[in-house]
C-alpha cells in the first residue's frame, strides 16, 4: 500500500463519536468529494479503510444511507440522488438543496475538533501526501473555487500555511515543508504518518552526513596518497643525485621511513622515528625533503 493510502487508512481509524465532529468529516468530504450538487452527490475512492468508513460516517452524520453502493473492488463509488437525502445533507449545513451554493459555512465549524474533523474529511475525499522517501508534498484538491478560497483561509486560522495553485479544472492547497505536514497530518489525526516523515527525514540526514563524511575521508586521502608520490620523487632525486647521504641524520631517517613506507600515513611514520616525532615534525622534515629534491630537478633542469 502506499504512504497516502496508509496515511488515510490511519486517518479511518479515528473514532466517530461527537455528532457535531462527524457531521464536520462528512462536510469535508462533501466539498472536496467527486459530485456535490442540488441534484446528486458522487464519492468514488480506491481506499478501502474510507470506503468502509463512508456509510457509517454518513448514517452517523446525517442518519441517511446512501442510495448507490459500490459493487466490486478498485475504485469504490457511492451515491445519493434522493431529494429528500439531498435537502437532510443541505439543510444540516444551512445550505438550500435547490440551489446549493458551494461555501464554507464557518458556523457549523467553530470548535477546533470540528475544524480539524472537517480537514481529515477533506483530505480523505480530495488529498494525497508524497512518500517522504521520496518527496515532501501533501495537497487537497478541490473543483469548486469558493471554497478553495475559504478553506486555506480556514487553515490559517487554524496555524497553518498552505500555498495555493490551479491544476486544470481543479483548486489546489498544498505543503511541502516536511515539518508543516507532519503538524498537518498530526492535527487532523494522523500522528503515526507524521512521525513516518520525521523518521525518512533523519534517515536523509544520516545518509547525507555519512555520505559528505565518506567524501571528505576520500578526498583527504587523495591529496595524502598525491603528497607521498611527490615525496618519494624528491627523495629519489636526492638519493640519485648522492645529495641524501650529506644531509641531516634526521632528513636521513625520514627520508629512509617514506622509501621503506610508502603508504603510511604521516602518524604511522612519526611512530616509526627513534625518538618517536610528532606529526608536525615530520611534516616539517618531509617538505624540506621535497624543497631540496625539487631544487635539485630545477638546478638540473638548467644544465
Known amino acids: 500500500m502506499s504512504f497516502a493510502g496508509e496515511t488515510k487508512g490511519e486517518l479511518c481509524r479515528t473514532a466517530l463519536n461527537r455528532k457535531c465532529c462527524t457531521q464536520a468529516e462528512a462536510y469535508g468530504v462533501l466539498l472536496y468529494c467527486n459530485t456535490f450538487s442540488g441534484r446528486e452527490i458522487r464519492i468514488i475512492t480506491e481506499n478501502e479503510a474510507f470506503a468502509q468508513r463512508l456509510p457509517t460516517l454518513f448514517r452517523k452524520a446525517f442518519r441517511l444511507s446512501f442510495d448507490r453502493l459500490p459493487d466490486g473492488e478498485g475504485k469504490?463509488?457511492?451515491?445519493?440522488?434522493?431529494?429528500?437525502?439531498?435537502?437532510?445533507?443541505s439543510g444540516t449545513f444551512g445550505m438550500d438543496a435547490g440551489?446549493?451554493?458551494?461555501?464554507?459555512?464557518?458556523?457549523?465549524l467553530e470548535e477546533p475538533c470540528c475544524r480539524a474533523a472537517f480537514l481529515r474529511g477533506a483530505f480523505l475525499a480530495g488529498g494525497s501526501v508524497t512518500d517522504p522517501r521520496k518527496a515532501y508534498h501533501l495537497e487537497l484538491s478541490t473543483s469548486h473555487y469558493n471554497v478553495s478560497r475559504e478553506v486555506p483561509a480556514l487553515m490559517r486560522e487554524a496555524g497553518f500555511q498552505p500555498k495555493e495553485a490551479t491544476r486544470k479544472a481543479n483548486y489546489i492547497a498544498y505543503?511541502?515543508?516536511?515539518?508543516?505536514?507532519?503538524?498537518?497530518?498530526?492535527?487532523?489525526?494522523?500522528?503515526?504518518?507524521?512521525?513516518e516523515i520525521m523518521n525518512a527525514k533523519l534517515e536523509k540526514n544520516l545518509r547525507g552526513s555519512v555520505n559528505r563524511r565518506v567524501n571528505c575521508d576520500?578526498?583527504?586521502?587523495?591529496?595524502?596518497?598525491?603528497a607521498a608520490q611527490v615525496q618519494l620523487e624528491a627523495i629519489r632525486s636526492l638519493e640519485q643525485s648522492g645529495q641524501?647521504?650529506?644531509?641531516?641524520?634526521?632528513?636521513?631517517?625520514t627520508a629512509r621511513l617514506r622509501l621503506e613506507h610508502p603508504e603510511d600515513t604521516l602518524a604511522e611514520l612519526a611512530a616509526l622515528c627513534d625518538p618517536p616525532a610528532t606529526k608536525s615534525a615530520l611534516n616539517h622534515r618531509l617538505r624540506k625533503l621535497v624543497e631540496l629534491g625539487q631544487a635539485r630537478g630545477e638546478g638540473a633542469g638548467h644544465t
Open 76 to 89: 469504490y463509488s457511492f451515491g445519493i440522488t434522493d431529494p429528500a437525502k439531498l435537502a437532510a445533507v
Open 99 to 108: 440551489s446549493l451554493a458551494n461555501h464554507v459555512n464557518f458556523a457549523v
Open 175 to 195: 505543503f511541502k515543508q516536511s515539518e508543516r505536514i507532519e503538524d498537518f497530518l498530526t492535527a487532523i489525526g494522523a500522528p503515526l504518518a507524521a512521525m
Open 218 to 226: 576520500a578526498a583527504n586521502l587523495d591529496k595524502a596518497v598525491e
Open 244 to 253: 641524501l647521504e650529506g644531509l641531516p641524520d634526521k632528513l636521513r631517517e
